[in-house]
């Protein structure tokens, strides 16, 4: 497609113009190597991982390096890519990146496929938003953000913070080439320098491209006006897109609340989740993430970050009015591959996708999540531990009554050795429809 090569045009001739002593040249080389007593390996070392890992993945290697040339004291223009192989995946061997980024103080742009940055330490089941997680492959596309919050005044008690961002889904789906509007908008009230309360409003959107049933979508750009609207579709729709939401919009009410103590940093954190007026009103209550996270300021002993999430995932409106009951969260009656990309969940994780990569056969479900890590005897190790009480997916009008209980446990524990990093990885599955799985795995990181 024309957008990977001009990406990679500009990653094979950045270097000819760029001063050696303002640009720095990286990279990093993973290999790993994983064995399970079943077929499949346990939830955390499929799961949250950029889509690099599979279930029956048992050899993995990845190559990736940098180019960044700095402009400036804070601002700069970087290129990446990286070269993945995965012995389950088809093709065996894969671009995992490739793009180009530009940032300066207040704004940034990257264009191609990028990774999101790790936060809370990779402790998180999705990071900062239910709607965006580690867990799939980047979408390609432009990505435009502020790169700190930006005040609304002289006295900086309030700010803003806000992305763009659109792509294309070019994985083999119900809807072929399938485009991706997303925008996020936060308000940041800093009641002093040490505390903060931000509530913020994502957007997502899936629209165009072709159905294999319903045939080509509206893909103008009085089409693309209302799909930033979330306004309704016009004739050239399927019938419930002329009544609602033209595509299919996902929304997030996202409330953060953070503290700086004079030892550790605390953070408080809900999103919601929701697809149509009900949620937007907030019908769907409880329904959304809930969570803390505290981190020490001096990252010393046994314990020095810890993250506890809960979702609660049951309500899907039931009570609001007919029309806007039964919520399918991350589900479309025509895109319905869902929320998903190359068959792994875009958002959370939990929200479990069919086998076939046909849309999210898990989405009304209870998950508590704890993720711990510090230091045992001077070893960097990352704890992770959930449990999930899964109700599947609730088809109008009926609901299953009995869930299945699964807890999933990943440990990692790196070994540094004179020329790389060593990481031991262990991962156990507990679940009612299914015998124990136990795996483990070795993973050597060597950067340059």
Known sequence: MKYKHIVRSLLLTLPTFLLAQETEFSGRITLGGYASVRDSLPFW????TYGRMEEDTRVMGLAEVKLQHRLGVQSFLEAGTGLLFNDAAAPVLRGDSWYLQYQNKWFGVIGGKKQRPTTYGGLS??????????????????????????ALGKSEKFLIDAYWGEYLMDDDRYVDNARVHSKGLTFIYRFNPR??????????????????????????????????????????????????????SIGSYRVRFKKQYDHFNLELFWNSVFEDRSGRELNNLPDGRYGVYLAKKQPTGLVHHMLYEFYYMKSHSDGAPF?????????????????????????????LPYSNGVGIANNRFMAHHLGIGGNVKELPYRLLLSYNRNYGRRPRGTIMQEGKN???????????????????????????????????????VKEF
């Open 45 to 48: 070392m499929a799961n949250n």
């Open 125 to 150: 089941t999705s990071g900062e938003s239910i709607l965006w997680s580690d867990n799939a492959r980047p979408l390609p596309g432009v990505y435009a953000y502020t790169t700190k919050p930006i």
């Open 195 to 248: 505390t903060e309360l931000s509530i913020g409003l994502e957007h997502v959107a899936q629209w165009a491209g072709t159905s294999t049933t319903t045939g080509k979508q509206p893909s103008g750009f009085k089409d693309y006006l209302k799909i930033i609207t979330g306004s309704s579709g016009g004739e050239g729709a399927v019938g419930g897109d002329q009544i609602n939401a033209l595509g299919n």
């Open 323 to 351: 029309f806007s009951t039964g919520d399918d969260y991350f589900n479309n009656y025509v895109y319905q591959s869902g929320w998903t990309y190359h068959q792994h969940t875009i958002g959370s994780p939990f929200f």
């Open 406 to 444: 699964v807890f999933s446990s990943r440990l990692d524990l790196k070994l540094p050795i004179h020329f790389a990093e060593l990481k031991v990885l262990m991962g156990a599955d507990f679940g009612e429809t299914f015998k124990p799985k136990y795996a483990a795995g070795l993973q050597l």
